[in-house]
């Protein structure tokens, strides 16, 4: 099975002053979790559409969803308290729901990045059918640099740096594999899940992002979002 | 549904914008699969078109030759996956005379609306006909051409006197070649007579029962009727030959798209009652048409695909300016992109 998995248990705390969560901000009248499971719903591949969102705005997600989507592959579950717990709490509700075969595979992505492509979706099922895991990425245009406390310690070759976006894809049983191997501590600290499989010494493929596929974070993320969608004249 | 649209903002520029869209239920959204350049998507690219035209139409998305698949059909008429042919010419009204592809009224995909270099193309439910499960994709993505050649046939059957004999071709290029191949199937029992001005074009035109070098044709030579697919500054000399070879009361459709005024020998139409039928855009009547014409004929699908010129999948921008780039060297056929941007 092929699913798609999109991780909506952001709680929005970088949004500024904003009581609703950011993935259900209005962005071009809708809202912006609403853009990102419409171009999912657009993949013929997907068995099922997840979508894993805080415990207390489950009712609230359903009902955006009843209004303005009518893809039956699209279910709704809670999530967990941070980000690994949020994507393990819907890889098992999509076992216990249609079983675990060897060949499952989960193709992963931020509610708040509504700009994804069909191509990177694409891309990313075709590879993770051939790989254990897949990241999305695209060059870094600045310069990477590493520093603690105020003093640079290393700046790497731009060149062979990279910046992490989704979706992420897994082989979903060498996913669950290499989660079991962590310590509570790296579950609680990992925050990214391509991570979990580097550490468990699986590699990990790369599909080329898009700069425009970026995370909704902050309020200035969403003037640009909103000031980069023209309406169909 | 936030759809990216990849535009052509000035010449060789193209830039990618965001569009929302909404899909009603009479409409369909197809993701494109192979898109083919028209002679009209290289005159925007390199910038040929007038100085205010280009202000006039640009940003816009190229291209309105292509199939894709579909992705969403609200009504569930259209299977995911089925992959269809893109009507570009759009009515937004009826008319009891005229049809959809003379109404000034109608949209035309890569003429002053967006073509179809976009990550979705949303149609209206009667601008797509489904693709036969035999036919060659990359043939396929110019059916809209094969489209044009069925319309300007169709006109001619229309209009012409009871004189099949001979049917002329001026012009030894891609629309020339399409139509010289419609003229074997629809005309089974006229004689097919290509005039062009390159040997080596002219040499792919195997089936037609004569050739011939516009500075040699005989000068007591008669063709009964004519399509003229030169356009351009071809499109004066290739009238004037017509004109000359053709018999009285014939008819010439002419085909090719000139941006320039071409000045015509009205004396000698006048005096030999020629009609002259301009033909450039087809309707969905046409495009029907040609797919059961190439569904009814083998042969014709194998001579449309020896026009299949230059393939390439493309994924980035730069990858579709490189694409049109090499398109403007390669001599002979339709150049057809992959589309997996």
Not at chain 2, 32 to 37: A, G
């Amino acid at each position: 099975m092929i699913y798609a998995q999109i991780l909506a248990g952001g709680k929005g705390t970088r949004m500024g002053n904003v009581p609703m969560p950011k993935q259900f901000l209005a962005l071009a009248d809708k809202p912006i979790l609403i853009h990102t499971i419409e171009k999912f719903c657009l993949e013929p591949r997907f068995d099922a559409i997840l979508v894993v969102c805080p415990a207390d705005w489950l009712s609230h997600t359903q009902d955006l969803i009843t209004k303005y989507v009518t893809d039956s592959r699209v279910k709704v579950v809670a999530g967990g308290s941070e980000r690994n717990a949020t994507l393990m709490k819907g890889i098992r509700y999509l076992q216990e729901t249609f079983g675990r075969h060897a060949d499952d595979v989960v193709v992963t992505h931020d509610a708040v990045r509504p700009f994804v492509t069909q191509r990177i979706i694409s891309e990313n099922i075709d590879a993770v059918l051939q790989h254990p895991a897949v990241d999305t990425v695209v060059p870094a245009i600045d310069t990477i640099v590493q520093g603690e406390a105020d003093a640079i310690s290393a700046i790497p070759v731009r060149s062979s740096m990279y910046q992490g976006q989704t979706p992420q894809s897994f082989n979903v049983k060498a996913l669950v594999d290499a989660y079991a191997t962590l310590t509570d501590e790296q579950k609680a600290s990992l925050s990214d899940s391509c991570k979990i499989c580097l550490l468990a010494g699986q590699p990990v493929t790369m599909v080329r992002g898009e700069n425009l596929n970026f995370k909704i974070t902050t309020p200035y993320d969403l003037r640009v979002a909103s000031a980069l969608i023209e309406k169909r004249a | 549904m936030l759809n990216q649209v990849y535009r052509l903002v000035s010449a060789r520029q193209f830039e990618v914008q965001t569009v929302a869209e909404t899909v009603s239920a009479d409409q369909i959204v197809v993701r494109p699969r192979f898109l083919s350049v028209c002679h009209a998507d290289q005159r925007y690219f390199t910038g040929q078109r007038p100085q205010n035209v280009l202000r006039q139409k640009l940003p816009m998305a190229l291209i309105h030759e292509g199939v894709g698949t579909v992705v969403r059909d609200p009504q569930g008429k259209f299977a995911p996956g089925t992959l269809v042919v893109m009507i570009p010419n759009t009515p937004v009204e009826h008319d009891p005379i005229v049809p959809e592809n003379y109404l000034p009224s109608s949209k035309f995909r890569s003429s002053g609306y967006n073509g179809t270099m976009q990550e979705y193309v949303v149609l209206n439910r009667d601008r797509v006909l489904a693709v036969p499960a035999d036919f060659d994709h990359p043939m396929s993505a110019f059916i809209e051409m094969v489209s044009v050649g069925v319309q300007g046939l169709t006109q001619l059957q229309a209009t012409m006197d009871a004189d099949a004999r001979v049917i002329g071709i001026w012009g030894d290029g891609n629309l020339g070649y399409i139509a010289a191949t419609l003229v074997k199937q629809l005309f089974p029992d006229s004689q097919l007579v290509v005039f062009g001005r390159h040997q080596s074009k002219l040499d792919y035109f195997s089936f037609a029962d004569k050739t011939y070098l516009v500075d040699q044709i005989p000068a007591d030579l008669k063709v009964s009727q004519a399509l003229e697919c030169t356009g351009g500054r071809g499109s004066e000399a290739a009238i004037a030959q017509i004109i000359r070879h053709i018999h009285p009361l014939g008819t010439a459709v002419l085909m090719g798209v000139s941006e320039e005024p071409v000045a015509i020998d009205t004396r000698s139409v006048l005096a030999e009652g020629l009609t002259l039928r301009g033909v450039s855009r087809s309707g969905r009547a046409d495009f029907e048409r040609a797919i059961q014409i190439l569904t009814d004929s083998p042969v014709t699908r194998e001579r449309l695909q020896n026009l299949v010129g230059l393939t390439q999948k493309v994924s980035t921008i730069q990858d579709i300016i490189d694409f049109f780039e090499r398109d403007l060297t390669n001599y002979w056929g339709k150049a057809v992109m992959e589309w997996d941007v």
